[in-house]
C-alpha cells in the first residue's frame, strides 16, 4: 500500500531527526560506524508495513537470500518461540541479519527498520558484539560498568534513542491498523519470507483472524517470541 510505504518513511525519518537533535544537544558521539555489525546479529522484529517497505528496496539477488534465511528461521522461530530466554539465546547463536553485507555494512541502511535504528551506543563498540557483556568478570567487568551513566540503558546502550524507536514502533502499528485494519509483528527476515508466500499474501487480503489462522498453522502464532496479529 502506497500510503503505508509513505508512512513508514515518513516514520524512518522523523526518527532519525529526533535522534540527531538528542545527540547534538546533549553532545553524544555514537561509535557505531559503517563496518561496524555486531548488533546485526540480534533478533529484530517489524511490522507488516515496514516488511513490505523493505521488500521493495532489495536487490532481487539479496531478496532471495533473505527468503531463505526466512525459510530457516520460521522453523526456528516455531519450535523456540515458548522459550523465555529465546532472544537472547538467538543473539548469542550470531545469526547474521540477511542484509548484512560481506563488508560488514547493511545492504539497506538507508531504509533499515526502526528497530535498528535506535540501538547507538559511545562506548566502544566490541561491547555490543555477541555474549562480550555476559562474559564480562572481575577488572573488566568494573571498567564496564565504570563507563555506564545515567544515560544508558539497556546495558551501554543510549536509552533515549532505544526507547524513541519502541514509540515510533507502537505508532507506525497503529497507523497501519488504521489503514489496513490490522497490522503483524514478527521477526525480520521471517516476515520478509511470508511475504512472499501467496497463502499468506491471501490471508493478510482476507483480513486478521485470516492472518491468525495462517500464521497458528505454520506454528508462529503466540509465545513470548512469536507473531502478532491485531
Known sequence: MQALDQEVARTHHELDRRTAAYLRSHGLEPSCRKGCHFCCYAMVVISLAEAEYLR?????????????????????????????????????????????????????????????????????????????????????????????????????????????????????????????????????ATMIYLCAQEDFRRAVAAGPQASKHYLKMQKLLGGEWGFWVG
Open 56 to 188: 521493495a528496496q532489495l536487490e532481487p539477488s539479496r531478496l532471495a537470500e533473505a527468503e531463505q534465511v526466512g525459510q530457516k528461521r520460521l522453523m526456528q522461530i516455531a519450535r523456540d518461540k515458548h522459550q523465555p530466554n529465546f532472544a537472547t539465546e538467538y543473539f548469542l547463536q550470531a545469526n547474521p541479519c540477511p542484509l548484512l553485507g560481506a563488508d560488514g555494512a547493511c545492504c539497506a541502511y538507508p531504509h533499515r527498520p526502526l528497530a535498528c535504528r535506535g540501538v547507538l551506543t559511545d562506548l566502544d563498540a566490541h561491547y555490543c558484539a555477541p555474549g562480550v557483556v555476559l562474559r564480562l568478570r572481575g577488572k573488566n567487568k568494573s571498567q564496564y560498568q565504570a563507563q555506564l551513566k545515567p544515560y544508558h540503558g539497556p546495558e551501554h546502550y543510549l536509552e533515549v534513542p532505544w526507547q524513541s524507536s519502541q514509540r515510533s514502533a507502537q505508532q507506525l502499528w497503529e497507523k497501519e491498523q488504521e489503514v489496513r485494519g490490522f497490522t503483524v509483528i514478527g521477526e525480520l
